[in-house]
T-cell receptor, first 113, second 112 residues
Framework: DGGITQSPKYLFRKEGQNVTLSCEQN?????MYWYRQDPGQGLRLIYYSQIVNDFQKGDIAEGYSVSREKKESFPLTVTSAQKNPTAFYLCASSRDRGPQPQHFGDGTRLSIL | GEDVEQSLFLSVREGDSSVINCTYTDSSSTYLYWYKQEPGAGLQLLTYIFSNMDMKQDQRLTVLLNKKDKHLSLRIADTQTGDSAIYFCAESRRDSSYKLIFGSGTRLLVRP
């Protein structure tokens, strides 16, 4: 079955630590996205990538970094510079950079120890 | 998501119809989407409509688009307890590289 796999489902971060969230897709989609969701709020775009080896900042990129070395993979690193990292992180992909529906993974919940 | 507005909460009785409303502001929107999110899960694409359409029906779901008023609605017929979830409206704007702009979500509670 094609889809988007996010891991881990739950992640805990210590103060001053970087953590990396995994997102893999086997849909052969060109575009991938990372969103942050806080309780009672909609989704806010962190970073997106429309093609391999290229990515763009979204609305709330500060304290985060990404890479897109392979079409299938778009990992997100939450750095120690992100002072309020506790949230639900969602990865999505779409067929290409045009007005295509985005398909989502099941999310990673990040908490601070 | 501040440019896409949704009411926060809707409660209906099982078997009734539910209508979830959304307003958006950008006339360059091309597609408008409805997503469903169950607790602790990702977003599931329910349906979407192209901005030059007025209506789209898909089984129990009917989407109505009033482009003049920039108003989008999702009607769920014969609402079931399994429909209880948060529903997000999103717009895809041509002048923003087709990035999705989400509303804050409407929590639908279906009472037995």
């Amino acid at each position: 079955d094609g889809g988007i796999t996010q891991s881990p489902k739950y992640l805990f971060r210590k103060e001053g630590q970087n953590v990396t969230l995994s997102c893999e897709q086997n849909l052969n989609h060109d575009a991938m996205y990372w969103y942050r969701q806080d309780p009672g709020q909609g989704l806010r775009l962190i970073y997106y990538s429309q093609i391999v080896n290229d990515f763009q900042k979204g609305d709330i990129a500060e304290g985060y970094s990404v890479s897109r070395e392979k079409k299938e993979s778009f990992p997100l690193t939450v750095t120690s510079a992100q002072k309020n990292p506790t949230a639900f992180y969602l990865c999505a992909s779409s067929r290409d950079r045009g007005p295509q529906p985005q398909h989502f993974g099941d999310g990673t919940r990040l908490s601070i120890l | 998501g501040e440019d896409v507005e949704q009411s926060l909460f809707l409660s209906v009785r099982e078997g009734d119809s539910s209508v979830i409303n959304c307003t958006y502001t950008d006339s360059s929107s091309t597609y408008l989407y409805w997503y469903k999110q169950e607790p602790g899960a990702g977003l599931q694409l329910l349906t979407y409509i192209f901005s030059n359409m007025d209506m789209k029906q898909d089984q129990r779901l009917t989407v109505l688009l009033n482009k003049k008023d920039k108003h989008l609605s999702l009607r769920i017929a014969d609402t079931q307890t399994g429909d209880s979830a948060i529903y997000f409206c999103a717009e895809s704007r041509r002048d923003s590289s087709y990035k999705l702009i989400f509303g804050s979500g409407t929590r639908l509670l279906v009472r037995p």
